[in-house]
Nanobody, 118 residues
C-alpha cells in the first residue's frame, strides 16, 4: 500500500526556517506528482506546493511563492518542503499528498504540525 511518512514539523520562530520531509513507499515514486497541503485550525485544507513526476515542474500557492521550495529525490523516494521566512500565518498541520488519477485514489500522509511563534 501507499505510505507517506512525514517528519520535520515543530516549533519555529517567526522569520525562521523549517524543512519537512515525506518518505514515500508502496509505489514507483518517480512516476507520480507529489504535493504538500496545509490546514490551519478551523480552516480548509489547501494546496501549498506540488512537483510533477520525474524531475518535473513546480507550482506554489501565491502566499508561499519565493518562500517555500518543494523538491524531490527520486532515488530516496523523498519529497521535501523547505520553508523560509515563516510567519505565524503559516501555522498549520502540513500534509504530504500523492494526488490520485483515474485509476488510483489520492493518498495522504499523517499531518505534522508546524507552529510559528515567538
Amino acid at each position: 500500500q501507499v505510505q507517506l511518512v512525514v517528519s520535520g514539523g515543530g516549533l519555529v520562530q517567526p522569520g525562521g526556517s523549517l524543512r519537512l520531509s515525506c518518505a514515500a513507499s508502496g509505489f514507483v515514486f518517480s512516476l507520480w506528482t507529489m504535493s504538500w497541503y496545509r490546514q490551519p485550525s478551523g480552516k480548509e485544507r489547501a494546496l501549498v506546493a506540488c512537483i510533477s513526476r520525474y524531475a518535473g515542474s513546480t507550482n506554489y500557492a501565491d502566499s508561499v511563492k519565493g518562500l517555500f521550495t518543494i523538491s524531490r529525490d527520486n532515488a530516496k523516494s523523498m519529497v521535501t518542503l523547505q520553508m523560509s521566512t515563516l510567519k505565524p500565518e503559516d501555522t498549520a498541520l502540513y500534509y504530504c499528498n500523492r494526488p490520485g488519477d483515474g485509476y488510483e485514489p489520492g493518498s495522504w500522509g499523517q499531518g505534522t504540525p508546524v507552529i510559528v511563534s515567538s
